[in-house]
């Protein structure tokens, strides 16, 4: 039996991560339903349709066509047709294409429908054990490390857990980078290869992240979900005298920016100078 799906509409379908099993019995009923499938990669989808036994036409969505695609999907749309848009590993639009699709879809009077499943963010969230009432989802960082630091910077003093995915060739540079902007001391909960067979969740300060990953190869292999524990509260006057400081460096050199950032502020010169110096040695 197949679902009764709207007509026309763009179904956003969850699919697995790395356990086949996870795919819901609702994306199935959608996806056997649906008369077209845009897919962020169509071989990784014709596998995961063959494995199940489906066969629709596949069309390719990803990040360099979504806005040529977009079109091909509004087309079908017009004609009555039912689209179900996939990535492929977990939930379309979440650091993944679709995104772009989904609001020109909407802006043309068409209906967006989710279908909740497998998400490697709402995965790791639920083993990091955190206690923190809310968190700061960033996806992948920039690949140059210049541009990652200063994202970094603007994220460090946010009272809240950050979450970023990140890729195996990248790992460990953005574990040392996390350590000497963020602290070395916050609390990270590092995930990979969720739920598959060498799923390992890792938890220790930000310091001690790159050594764990380098004493076995194998530790760096696969798709990273990094948890950052929430920065610590600075009192108001400190947290005042960073981001003076913040706003006198670009126009000012570290001393002339320190000096000054400690008058309005009241914090210690040399403190904010040492703060300036490490910033500026970090860019």
Not at 240 to 264: I, N, S
Request: with cysteine.
């Amino acid at each position: 039996m197949h679902a009764e799906l709207r007509r026309p509409a763009l179904y956003v379908v969850a699919t697995p991560i790395g356990n086949l099993g996870d795919i819901t019995l609702r994306a199935l009923d959608t996806l056997r339903a649906t008369d077209v499938v845009a897919a962020e990669d169509t071989r990784v989808t014709a596998r995961l349709l063959a494995h199940f036994g489906i066969d629709k036409p596949v069309l390719a969505l990803h990040r360099h066509n979504e806005r040529q695609a977009a079109a091909r999907v509004l087309r079908e749309l017009d004609a009555g047709r039912v689209v179900a848009l996939v990535s492929d590993a977990g939930t379309p639009a979440l650091s993944d294409p679709g995104a772009v699709l989904i609001a020109r879809v909407r802006e043309c009077g068409f209906d967006v429908i989710p279908i909740p499943g497998a998400s490697a963010l709402a995965a790791a969230w639920s083993v990091a054990g955190m206690a923190e009432t809310g968190f700061v989802f960033h996806g992948f960082l920039p690949a140059r490390a210049g541009e990652r630091r200063k994202v970094l910077a603007s994220l460090a003093r946010l009272p809240y857990a950050l979450v970023f995915y990140e890729a195996p060739h990248r790992v460990l540079e953005t574990a040392v980078d996390l350590g000497e902007v963020l602290g070395g001391e916050r609390r990270v909960v590092a995930v990979r290869e969720l739920t598959k067979i060498f799923e390992t969740v890792h938890a220790c300060p930000l310091a001690e992240l790159r050594a764990w990953l380098e004493a076995d190869a194998n530790r760096q292999r696969g798709e990273f979900v990094l948890i950052v524990g929430a920065a610590r509260t600075l009192e108001p006057q400190r947290a005042f005298g960073e981001d003076a400081l913040r706003v006198l460096l670009e126009e000012l050199k570290p001393a002339q920016a320190a000096r000054l950032a400690a008058r309005l502020s009241g914090v210690s010169k040399s403190e904010l100078y040492a703060l300036a110096v490490r910033g500026r040695s970090s860019e």
